[in-house]
């Protein structure tokens, strides 16, 4: 009995003096004060049970209540060391999730990249140190295609390949993040504008290499804008919008990399500004259509309307599509707004239609409509789904030069007349719309650029254009539209050289459905159903 009492107080101290190193582990991660406490504690108890152990020794004599102490000293440390080591693992398991969620905090899942947040502490940091250092703003360039095109999952895949080729153009001491959908955001302390034009190019140089998913190779590229600490800003968004500044100029001015000047600033805020608010005004539906009519020459009736976009910021103020459609097709945004209005389009048909009015709509495509499988999609299901869109719904091609960036126009046109729409030759005589292009698009109708019937009676250049012009399409089949007509003078001269419609402000600006159907109510009191246009 005396010698199971000394080996169990000994045991017990053993126990203790464990538990006390499990404890203080606890305190170095906590750095709770409980825990210190109850470090103190077992200090003590150790000291208590090593005196009860001496006193045994000494007296070497055993009583049945010692025995019993022994074992209750005995399990009182084996709780403790039980208590202590369960609280570590606990809190060691805690500490791992905690760190997982911070990775996860400052990471992003798909490329396991640094995300927005890391990237602007990180900014921040360099800030504060006051490191110098380059801030390279990268935006893929058509990876909206790819996405749209070929399906999330080459999307995901292509960004994760990005991540990894930029990556591998970063040395020890840089950074780089995913700091949007295809927006990644480069630092690099302690270089030069020079050298960040270098790593720039090499990163360009790679991204153009193909890239295999799914069995497709694909190429890629980037605009990338640069900022510099300190020279163009104080803090991380002064930095960021600097490089997006310098990014957005370098797409406009179609260059791969742009480094940001002051002068560039004014004009780029405010179509950045743009940018992010016609996202807004997709998601809020704040854009709206406008229709304005488009007259009969010969029976001076309403044969068609021509769609036109309105939009009203969130501060109140009205933005012209010159201003914001130009801008939209820059951020790859038109194919956007294209789809809600051809949407908005079918239910505004059923409108006109409820009210009499049976016309088509005009509605203007842009090249990147032309060149995305999302609108060639969109218009077959309309078609598919309303028996009428495709009789009342003429599709006009705008955007002078990128129609001439097109790879094969011709196709595509013809992929879309072969639905059964219309085509209409947009702003004829400026740029696009050469002799040989009238020749091989199939379109049905060109429409004359009101440049050219502006002051048409005074202009004799003007009006020896447009009365070739007119003659030149109708010997080709066409049927031809003058914009801008203005006054009944210029009216008068169109109509006698067989202009076969017109459209301007001496008829009507473009209005909303509503006022666009009491107008044409108005104009033609006894409309009924209008003859198909264009037969
Ligand atoms: P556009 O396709 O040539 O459209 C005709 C423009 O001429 C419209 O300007 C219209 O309001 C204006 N207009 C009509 N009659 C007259 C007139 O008698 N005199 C004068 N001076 N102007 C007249 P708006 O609505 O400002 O649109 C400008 C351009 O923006 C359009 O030129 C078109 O290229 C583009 N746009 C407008 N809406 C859309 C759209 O929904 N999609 C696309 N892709 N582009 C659009
Ligand atoms: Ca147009
Ligand atoms: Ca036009």
Redesign the pocket.
């Known amino acids: 009995m005396f010698t199971f009492a000394i080996i169990s107080i000994a045991a017990g101290i053993l126990f203790l003096a464990y538990g006390l190193l499990i404890a203080r582990k606890i305190c170095t991660k906590t750095r709770h004060k409980g825990w210190k406490v109850l470090s103190g504690l077992i200090a003590c108890f150790i000291v208590g049970y090593s005196a009860v152990l001496v006193s045994l020794i000494i007296e070497n004599s055993i009583t049945p209540v010692l025995f019993g102490l022994s074992i209750i000293l005995l399990s009182g440390s084996v709780f403790v060391l039980m208590v202590a080591s369960f609280s570590l693992k606990t809190i060691s398991q805690l500490h791992v999730l905690a760190e997982e969620e911070k990775y996860n905090a400052l990471h992003d899942s798909l490329t396991s990249l640094p995300n927005r947040k890391h990237c602007i502490e990180t900014i921040q940091m360099l800030i504060e140190q006051n490191v110098p250092f380059q801030l390279m703003h990268l935006d893929v360039v058509n990876f909206k295609q790819v996405n749209d095109g070929m399906g999330h999952f080459c999307g995901d895949h292509l960004l994760m390949m990005i991540g990894q080729r930029i990556r591998s153009h970063i040395e020890k001491g840089d950074f780089v993040a995913r700091i949007g959908g295809d927006e990644f955001v480069v630092i690099l302390p302690k270089k030069s504008p020079e050298q960040a034009t270098q790593i720039a190019k090499g990163i360009n140089i790679d991204l153009n290499k193909p890239f295999v998913i799914d069995g497709f190779e694909l190429t890629s590229g980037a605009v990338m804008g640069v900022s510099t600490y300190p020279s163009h800003g104080q803090s991380a968004e002064q930095l960021i919008n600097a490089a997006d500044i310098a990014m957005y100029w370098a797409k406009s001015s179609e260059l791969e990399i742009a480094i940001f000047s002051c002068e560039m600033n004014q004009d780029a805020r405010r179509k950045l500004k743009i940018s992010r608010q016609i996202d807004e005004a997709l998601e809020n539906n704040r854009f709206q259509?406008?229709y304005?009519p488009i007259i009969s020459c010969k029976a001076n009736t309403v044969e068609g309307y021509?769609?036109?976009?309105?939009w009203v910021d969130p501060e109140g103020v009205p933005v012209?599509?010159?201003e914001f459609?130009p801008v939209?097709?820059q951020s790859n945004k038109?194919t956007s707004?294209?789809a809600w209005?051809l949407n908005q389009i079918a239910l505004d048909l059923a409108t006109f239609q409820d009210a009499g009015i049976q016309c088509p709509i005009h509605?203007?495509?842009?090249a990147k409509?032309l060149m995305s499988r999302n609108i060639e999609n969109l218009l077959t299901k309309l078609a598919c789904k309303h028996s009428t869109f495709v009789r009342n719904v003429v599709l006009?091609l705008?955007?002078t030069a990128a129609i001439n960036r097109l790879r094969d126009p011709e196709n595509k046109l013809r992929s879309l007349k072969d639905l059964g729409f219309q085509i209409a030759l947009?702003?004829f005589g400026t740029g696009y719309s050469s002799l040989s292009l009238l020749r091989d698009l199939p379109v049905d109708q060109i429409?004359i650029?009101?440049s050219f019937v502006?002051q048409l009676q005074k202009n004799q250049r003007n009006r020896s254009i447009v009365e070739n012009s007119i003659a030149l399409a109708h010997g080709l089949g066409y049927s031809v539209v003058a914009?801008?007509?203005?006054n009944q003078t210029v009216y008068n001269i169109l109509r006698d050289n067989q202009c076969d419609f017109v459209?301007?402000?001496?008829f009507s600006?473009?209005l909303p459905i509503d006022r666009a159907i009491e107008w044409t109510h108005n104009h033609q009191p006894n409309i009924l159903t209008s003859v198909a246009y264009n037969q």
């Open positions: 259509l406008f304005q021509e769609a036109l976009m309105r012209d599509p010159v459609i939209a097709e038109i707004i294209t209005i509605v203007n495509l842009s409509d006009e705008t955007e947009d702003d429409k650029d009101r502006y914009e801008g007509v203005e459209q301007g402000y001496f600006p473009a």
